[in-house]
C-alpha cells in the first residue's frame, strides 16, 4: 500500500480573495453564502457532491471526496476581492444580473460587507473599462506592495489562517512572454522601471506567489504562466493554476472531441459562436482582449485530435471560434457549433450544438473548488504548477516541453488519482484483469 502525504488539517478561517467582483465573482460568493444558509445546492462542485471510488469495484467504497481529504468547509471561508469599480458586492451581483434578486436580498447585510478595496488598473491592459477605485503607486513595485498591504489587512481583519487568490478580473490584451518575464530578477526590476509588460493581473499575482499565496487564473491572459512567477511559486511553496475557466462552448467541445476522436471520426470544419451580453463579452469585444480568449479556445482541439498522429482525420480541420457582444442576451450566453464530420469511405456528416447556458453559473462552482483544492495544495506542501487541476482550464498551465492535457475525462482521472495518492490509495489504471482471472 503506498503511503499518505502529509496533509495539515483545515483548521481555522480560509481567506479568498478574488481580483475583480464581477459576474464570475459575485455568482460564487452569493452562491457560497446561499449554500451556507442551506437555500440552494453546490450544483456543478467536484468538492462538495463529487465521489472517487476508492479500491476495487468489488469493495463498493465510494467516499465523497471532502471525506478523502481534507478540506476547507465552506462556513470557514471568508472572502475579500478588489475592482475598480466601488460597488459592494451585492451592487455588483445585482449589476451582474446572475442571480435573483429574490435570493439576493436573503443574503444582502452578508454581501454588503465585501467591499473591493482599490484596484491594480491601467487601460492599456484592458481597453473597454475604467473606474475610479484604483491604487496610486509611483511604480509597479509599490502597486505590489499596496496588495500586499490590503492582503495583510485582511488576515488580520478577520483572523484568517490561510489565504487563496484567483484572478477573476477582466480579460488582458493578448501578451506574448517577454525577457522581463524570464527570472525573478528581471521580473522584479521590470515592476520598479514599470515595463509595459507587466500588465495589471501580473502585480497581483506576484503579490501572492511572494507571500506564499496560492494563485489562480480564472482568465487566459498570460498572468501567473510565466518563468519568473513559477520560479518564485517554487520558492515561496505557492501552488498555481489557471488558465481560463472551462465553462460553455469549450466545455462541451472537450466532452465531444474526445468521443468522436475514441470513434475515428474525422473532423473537417468546426464553427463555432456565441452571443454574450454581459461585462465580459463587452471587454471581449475588443480585438486584443479577444485575441487572448481566441488562443486560448481555439487550442483545444488540437491538443485532443492530435493531427500529427492521425492527419487523415485532422489534418485539414477548419476551426473557427466567434465571440458576438449581443447585450439583451446579459449572462445568458448562447452558443452554436456546427462540425462537419467524416465517417467510413469519406461520407460527410453534420453535428450541431445548441447551448443555452449561463457562464457564471458553470463558473462559480471552479471557482470555488479551485480555491479549495490550491488550499489543500499548499497544506500538502504541493508547489508550483498543479497540474491536476487541468480539468478546470481551457488552457491549463503546464511544465516547459510538455503538451497540455485538455481531454476532460483524462483531466478528470489525473484529478482522482491525486487525491487517491494524496490518501495514500491505489491509483485506479481501469486494467480490471483480476476480476476475470
Ligand atoms: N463567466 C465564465 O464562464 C468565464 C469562463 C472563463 C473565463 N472567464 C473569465 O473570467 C473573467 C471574469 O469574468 P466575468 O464574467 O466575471 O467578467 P466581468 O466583466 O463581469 O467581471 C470582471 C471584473 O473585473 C474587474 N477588473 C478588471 N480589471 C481589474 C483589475 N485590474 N483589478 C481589479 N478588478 C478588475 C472589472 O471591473 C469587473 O468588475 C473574465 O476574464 C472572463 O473572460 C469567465
Given at each position: 500500500m503506498p503511503t499518505p502525504v502529509d496533509i495539515a488539517p483545515a483548521r481555522g478561517k480560509l481567506g479568498v480573495m478574488l481580483v475583480g467582483l464581477g459576474a464570475v465573482s459575485t455568482t460564487t460568493i452569493a452562491g457560497v453564502l446561499a449554500i451556507r444558509k442551506g437555500l440552494a445546492k453546490p450544483i456543478g462542485s467536484l468538492t462538495q457532491m463529487g465521489t472517487v471510488r476508492l479500491g476495487?469495484?468489488?469493495?463498493?467504497r465510494s467516499p465523497r471526496i471532502s471525506e478523502v481529504v481534507p478540506l476547507s468547509s465552506l462556513d470557514d471561508l471568508v472572502f475579500g476581492a478588489w475592482d475598480i469599480?466601488?460597488?459592494d458586492c451585492y451592487a455588483a451581483a445585482r449589476t451582474a444580473g446572475v442571480i435573483d434578486r429574490t435570493l439576493l436580498d436573503r443574503i444582502q447585510p452578508d454581501l454588503e460587507q465585501i467591499k473591493p478595496w482599490p484596484a491594480v488598473f491601467d487601460r492599456r491592459y484592458v481597453k473597454r473599462l475604467d473606474g475610479p477605485n484604483v491604487k496610486r503607486g509611483h511604480n509597479k513595485k509599490e502597486l505590489a506592495e499596496q496588495v500586499i498591504d490590503d492582503i495583510h489587512a485582511f488576515r488580520r481583519n478577520n483572523n484568517l489562517d490561510r489565504l487563496v487568490m484567483v484572478w477573476c478580473g477582466s480579460t488582458e490584451v493578448f501578451m506574448t512572454e517577454s525577457p522581463a518575464h524570464q527570472t525573478i530578477e528581471a521580473f522584479e526590476c521590470a515592476l520598479e522601471t514599470n515595463d509595459p509588460a507587466i500588465p495589471s493581473s501580473m502585480v497581483y499575482a506576484y503579490a501572492a506567489i511572494r507571500e506564499g499565496i496560492p494563485y489562480a487564473n480564472a482568465a487566459p491572459n498570460l498572468s501567473a504562466d510565466i518563468p519568473a512567477l513559477v520560479e518564485l511559486a517554487a520558492r515561496t511553496g505557492s501552488p498555481l493554476a489557471g488558465k481560463d475557466l472551462k465553462t460553455g462552448q469549450t466545455l462541451i467541445k472537450t466532452i465531444v472531441a474526445p468521443g468522436l476522436k475514441a470513434r475515428l471520426l474525422g473532423v473537417e470544419g468546426w464553427y463555432s459562436t456565441n452571443i454574450l451580453g454581459n461585462r465580459d463579452g463587452e471587454v471581449l469585444d475588443d480585438p486584443e482582449s479577444f485575441k487572448t480568449k481566441e488562443e486560448s479556445k481555439k487550442s483545444v482541439l488540437d491538443y485532443i485530435l492530435q493531427p500529427q498522429l492521425y492527419p487523415d482525420l485532422y489534418d485539414h480541420l477548419c476551426h473557427l471560434v466567434r465571440i458576438n457582444y449581443y447585450p439583451p442576451r446579459g449572462d445568458n450566453k448562447e452558443g452554436w457549433d456546427n462540425i462537419d464530420l467524416v465517417g467510413w469511405l469519406g461520407y460527410p456528416m453534420q453535428l450541431k450544438i445548441n447551448f443555452l447556458c449561463r457562464d457564471s453559473i458553470l463558473a462559480a462552482p471552479i471557482v470555488l473548488d479551485v480555491a479549495l483544492f490550491l488550499d489543500l495544495a499548499r497544506r500538502a506542501n504541493m508547489?508550483?504548477?498543479?497540474?491536476?487541476?487541468?480539468?478546470?482550464?481551457?488552457?491549463p498551465v503546464h511544465a516547459p516541453g510538455l503538451y497540455p492535457e485538455h481531454d476532460l475525462f483524462i483531466q478528470l482521472m489525473k484529478l482522482k488519482n491525486t487525491l487517491r495518492y494524496l490518501k495514500g490509495e491505489e491509483l485506479i489504471t481501469?486494467?480490471?484483469?483480476e476480476y476475470y482471472d
Open positions: 476495487k469495484r468489488t469493495e463498493g469599480f466601488e460597488d508547489r508550483g504548477i498543479q497540474e491536476w487541476l487541468s480539468f478546470y482550464f481551457k488552457s481501469h486494467l480490471g484483469r
